[in-house]
C-alpha cells in the first residue's frame, strides 16, 4: 500500500497535496527571481514574467520527480 497520503488533512478539510506543492514552488521562484535581480542577471532577460513561471514550473516538477509525488 502507498503510504503517501493523496490528501492532506487539516482539521475537518481535506486539500489536495498539490497545494503545499505549488506553495513551496512559488516561494522558491520567488527567491530566485530575487537572486537573480541581485545579481543583475535579470537584465538579460527579455520577458521577466515568463521566466517566473518557468522556474515556478521547473520547481513544481522537480518537488514531484524528487519529492512529494502529486
Known amino acids: 500500500m502507498n503510504k503517501v497520503p493523496h490528501e492532506l488533512a487539516l482539521g475537518d478539510v481535506y486539500l489536495?497535496?498539490?497545494?503545499?506543492?505549488?506553495a513551496l514552488a512559488l516561494l522558491g521562484a520567488w527567491i530566485s527571481t530575487l537572486?537573480?535581480?541581485?545579481?543583475?542577471?535579470?537584465?538579460?532577460?527579455m520577458f521577466p514574467?515568463?521566466?517566473?513561471?518557468?522556474?515556478?514550473?521547473?520547481?513544481?516538477?522537480?518537488?514531484?520527480?524528487y519529492w512529494i509525488r502529486i
Do not use: D, G, Q
Not at 489536495?16 to 505549488?22: H, I, T, Y
Not at 514574467?49 to 520527480?65: D, E, I, K, Q, V
Open 16 to 22: 489536495s497535496p498539490l497545494l503545499p506543492v505549488f
Open 35 to 45: 537572486v537573480l535581480n541581485k545579481l543583475r542577471v535579470s537584465r538579460y532577460i
Open 49 to 65: 514574467s515568463t521566466t517566473f513561471l518557468a522556474l515556478m514550473l521547473l520547481y513544481l516538477l522537480l518537488m514531484n520527480t
